[in-house]
């Protein structure tokens, strides 16, 4: 996922438009409890703001697979990333002049990454958008009852005859334990 910057990096304004179906093998990306089911596609621009920066903006779009938090069934849900990065050349006096740059234009504080040799690798801009946009768990439906925490029915399908509350068979709550915490 490298682009090469060199036909645009003399005008300021020019840009290449991006249009790139990313594979697992391009991309190899394992998030615990997640799986990619499809190619995920990234649309978009790159853009010369001049001075040697480069600014992406393009829309990433991917699929994934989860087991519901409550229920464990497998979900798949859409992933529809908004991806606005800045890139700066290696070398520290570049990046401290673009910095400056972009303070002095008011911009929001953002990080930036670097490119070398005329290309920018785009690898860990997306890994890194994918990571922040990743749903911290995901759901079935929002009515999804889950699991019996005693027995392991799925309470979806069929009501069972435990009570949460109710002791085991030594006589015990499975809560009586966070009870003396507290």
Not at 5 to 16: H, N, Y
């Amino acid at each position: 996922m490298k682009i090469r910057t060199q036909s645009i990096s003399r005008v300021e304004g020019a840009f290449l438009e991006i249009d790139l179906e990313i594979s697992q093998e391009m991309l190899p990306i394992a998030f615990e409890g997640y799986v990619f089911t499809d190619q995920l596609t990234l649309k978009g621009k790159l853009v010369n703001e001049g001075k040697h920066l480069f600014r992406l903006g393009a829309t990433l779009h991917a699929q994934i697979e989860g087991a519901c938090a409550r229920c464990l069934k497998p979900v798949q849900t859409d992933l529809n990333i908004e991806i606005n990065e800045s890139f700066v050349p290696s070398g520290h006096e570049n990046h401290e002049r673009v910095s400056q740059q972009m303070e002095d234009a008011q911009a929001p504080e953002e990080s930036m990454y670097v490119y070398q040799d005329h290309i920018i690798d785009l690898e860990q801009a997306i890994r890194d958008n994918i990571v922040l946009s990743l749903p911290q768990r995901l759901v079935c439906s929002s009515q999804c009852k889950g699991l019996c925490p005693k027995c392991g029915q799925n309470l979806n399908q069929k009501q069972c005859d435990c009570s949460v509350d109710s002791p085991d068979e030594t006589g015990q709550s499975p809560f009586d334990r966070l009870k003396e915490l507290l």
